[in-house]
C-alpha cells in the first residue's frame, strides 16, 4: 500500500483565523439547534414560505444529515469488518444488511417515531432523533457494503506483509485494512449522503394517520411548497439545495478524493497527484497540526504499542479456561438478550398479521411481483449507461477531478422533489405511472452504480495501465482484461446497492404526491407501505414490509452472493 509521507508546511495565521470563525459559526449553529431540540413538542409546525427562513431550514436540514452520516460511517466500519473477517457472523450480518438496506424508510418510521416520542413526549428531542436515524437508514448501508467489498478483495500480497510484521489489530486495521477501504468509502460516503437528501421531504414532513410529525427544515419546506403549488417557492428551495451540496461538495467531498488517492496500491510511481486548495490550506494550519500531534497521533501509537497476546506454548490453561468462561457467558447472555426481544418482534408481527385476509395477501403478492420487475428493469437501465459513463469518468484523473462536482450535485439533488414535474412529462407523452415508476426509481438508483464504478476504476493501479497501453491492446482487450476486471467488484456492491435503492424509492415512485388531494398510484409494494402509512393502517404495513424482506432474502440467495463469489475467485487483485 503505497502511502505518501504528509509534508510539514509552515502554518498560516489567517489559515487559523478562518478556521477559528468556521468553529464559531459552526457553535453559534449547534447552539440554535439545541434551543429548537429543547423547544416543547407542538401538534403541528407551521413552515414559513419566505425567503428569510430559508437559510436557518437548510442549516437544520445540513445539520441533520451530517449527524446521520458520521453515525453511519461508525457502523459501516464496524459492520463491514465483522461481516468480513468473522466467517460465522458473515452468514447472518449479510443477509441482514442486505434486507435493511432493501427495507423503504416508511418501515422503519412507525417504530422510531412513536417510539421516540413516547420516550421524549414534552420536546423536540424525540422527532429530531427519529429524523435522524430515518435519514441513517437511508445512508449506511451502502457504505458498509463498500467496506465488507474492499476487505474481501484485500491484495492477498498486503494480508502476508502484515502476517510478516507481526501487526496487532490496530496496526493491521489502520496501515492495511483501512486504507484498502478508503477509495470506495469516499465514494460511497458521497453517495450516502445523496441517498440521505434523496429522502428528506419524507424524513422531516412525515404522517401517521391523522398526526401529523413535521420538522422544520428545507425537506418540509420543499414539502409544503408542492402542496400548495407555490412554484417560486419550490425553486428557491432548490437553489438552497443546490447552494448546500455545492459547498458541501467543495469543503468536504473534495479535499477527501484528492486525500484519498495516497492509499492507491500501486508499485510505479504514480501520476501527477489531483490538488485541493482547501486540503492545502487545511495543510497549513497550526491548529489542525496541533490536533494531530497532540491528539490523534498519541492515541494512535497508544493502540499501536498495545500488548501482543502470548504465544500459545507459553499461555496459561486457567486464565485460557477463564477467558472461555467468559467469552461463553458474555455470548450465552448476548444470545438470550437477542432471543428474547426476537420472539417479542415476531409476536407483535403475527398479532399483525392476523388482521390480514386472503384478498390483502394476493394483493401484497401482486404488488412484490410488480415492484421487483420494476427494480430490476431499473438497474439493468442504470447499467447500460452508467458503467460506460463511470469507466470513462474513472480511468482519468484529469476527467474525474473536472466531473466528480457535476455529478455529485446531480446525485445529491432530491430526486422526489423533481416528480411533480416528471409526472406531468410523463401525461404528455402518454406514459402511465405503471412504467414511468421505472425512471423514477432510475433517477434515484442509478447513482449507486456510477460512484461504485468510478471507485474501481479510479483505484485501478497505474502500472496495470501502462502494460496494457505497452502491449498495444484493442479495445475489446481494454475491456476484457483491464475494465471489467477493474470495476467488477464494485460493480456488484453498485448493483446490491442500485437494487435495495430501487426498492427503497419505490415508496416515492409508486405514489406520488403532487398536492393536497391529488395522488398518483400503481401497483406495487412501495404504494402498499405508503398507503398503509399515511392511514396507519399497521398490519398492512407490517404484511408489506415482510414480503419485501422475504423477497430480499431470496434474491441475496440466488444472485448477489454467488456474484460476491465470482469476484473475489475471480477479479481480485
Avoid at 432523533?129 to 498486503?158: E, K
Avoid at 444472485?559 to 473475489?568: D, F, G, I, S, T
Wanted: proline share 6%.
Amino acid at each position: 500500500m503505497l502511502i505518501r509521507p504528509a509534508v510539514r508546511r509552515p502554518p498560516s495565521l489567517l489559515i487559523d483565523l478562518s478556521i477559528g470563525v468556521l468553529l464559531v459559526t459552526l457553535f453559534s449553529g449547534l447552539l440554535h439547534v439545541a434551543k429548537h431540540w429543547h423547544a416543547p413538542l407542538q401538534p403541528q409546525v407551521e413552515i414559513e414560505l419566505s425567503l428569510w427562513a430559508l437559510p436557518g431550514y437548510t442549516l437544520l436540514s445540513l445539520l441533520r444529515g451530517v449527524s446521520a452520516y458520521l453515525l453511519s460511517l461508525v457502523v459501516a466500519i464496524v459492520y463491514g469488518y465483522l461481516a468480513a473477517r468473522r466467517p460465522f457472523l458473515e452468514r447472518i450480518l449479510l443477509p441482514l444488511l442486505d434486507i435493511c438496506q432493501s427495507i423503504p424508510v416508511l418501515g422503519f418510521l412507525p417504530g422510531i417515531v412513536l417510539a421516540l416520542v413516547a420516550l421524549f413526549p414534552n420536546t423536540n428531542v424525540g422527532l429530531e432523533l427519529a429524523s435522524i436515524l430515518m435519514i441513517f437508514t437511508g445512508q449506511v448501508w451502502n457504505m458498509a457494503f463498500s467496506v465488507y467489498q474492499s476487505l474481501r478483495n484485500l491484495p492477498q500480497t498486503l494480508q502476508e506483509a502484515a502476517s510478516l510484521y507481526q501487526f496487532n489489530w490496530w496496526q493491521r486495521f489502520r496501515r492495511v485494512e483501512l486504507p484498502a477501504t478508503a477509495t470506495g468509502l469516499v465514494w460511497n460516503s458521497m453517495l450516502a449522503m445523496a441517498g440521505g437528501w434523496f429522502f428528506l421531504m419524507v424524513c422531516e414532513a412525515f404522517t401517521l394517520g391523522a398526526r401529523d410529525f413535521r420538522l422544520p427544515g428545507l425537506g418540509s419546506y420543499m414539502s409544503v411548497a408542492i402542496a400548495r403549488q407555490d412554484w417560486p417557492a419550490v425553486c428557491a428551495g432548490a437553489a438552497a439545495m443546490m447552494l448546500m451540496i455545492i459547498m458541501v461538495d467543495l469543503i468536504i467531498w473534495k479535499p477527501a478524493l484528492v486525500w484519498v488517492q495516497r492509499f492507491r496500491v500501486e508499485e510505479t510511481a504514480p501520476g501527477a497527484a489531483e490538488g485541493s486548495r482547501v486540503l492545502r490550506w487545511l495543510r497549513k494550519s497550526w491548529l489542525i497540526q496541533a490536533a494531530m500531534d497532540h491528539v490523534a497521533h498519541p492515541i494512535s501509537n497508544w493502540l499501536a504499542a498495545a500488548p501482543r497476546p502470548p504465544e500459545p506454548a507459553v499461555t496459561r490453561h486457567a486464565p485460557r479456561r477463564l477467558r472461555w468462561f467468559a467469552g461463553r457467558v458474555m455470548t450465552g447472555a448476548a444470545a438470550g438478550v437477542a432471543g428474547g426481544t426476537l420472539l417479542w418482534a415476531c409476536w407483535r408481527l403475527l398479532h399483525l398479521l392476523g388482521h390480514i385476509s386472503l384478498g390483502m395477501w394476493a394483493q401484497v403478492g401482486w404488488g412484490a411481483v410488480c415492484t421487483s420487475l420494476r427494480a430490476f428493469a431499473a438497474v439493468v437501465l442504470g447499467s447500460i449507461w452508467m458503467v460506460p459513463i463511470g469507466i470513462w469518468i474513472g480511468f482519468s484523473d484529469r476527467r474525474r477531478a473536472y466531473w466528480q462536482p457535476f455529478v455529485q450535485v446531480a446525485a445529491s439533488f432530491p430526486a422526489p422533489m423533481l416528480y411533480p414535474l416528471v409526472l406531468l412529462a410523463f401525461h404528455w407523452v402518454g406514459l402511465g405511472l405503471g412504467t414511468g415508476a421505472v425512471f423514477l426509481m432510475l433517477l434515484g438508483t442509478q447513482w449507486y452504480i456510477l460512484f461504485n464504478v468510478i471507485a474501481g476504476a479510479s483505484a485501478v493501479p497505474h502500472e496495470l495501465r501502462e502494460a496494457a497501453q505497452s502491449f498495444h491492446f484493442t479495445p475489446a482487450q481494454w475491456w476484457r482484461r483491464v475494465w471489467w476486471p477493474a470495476v467488477f467488484p464494485y460493480l456488484v456492491t453498485g448493483w446490491v446497492t442500485a437494487a435495495g435503492g430501487a426498492w427503497n424509492a419505490s415508496i416515492v415512485a409508486e405514489y406520488v404526491s403532487v398536492g393536497p388531494h391529488e395522488i398518483f398510484m400503481t401497483p406495487g409494494l412501495g404504494s402498499i407501505i405508503s398507503l398503509a402509512a399515511s392511514q396507519s393502517q399497521y398490519h398492512l404495513l407490517a404484511a408489506g414490509v415482510l414480503c419485501m424482506a422475504l423477497v430480499v432474502i431470496l434474491i441475496n440467495r440466488l444472485v448477489w452472493r454467488p456474484l460476491y463469489q465470482v469476484a473475489e475467485r475471480r477479479y481480485a487483485y
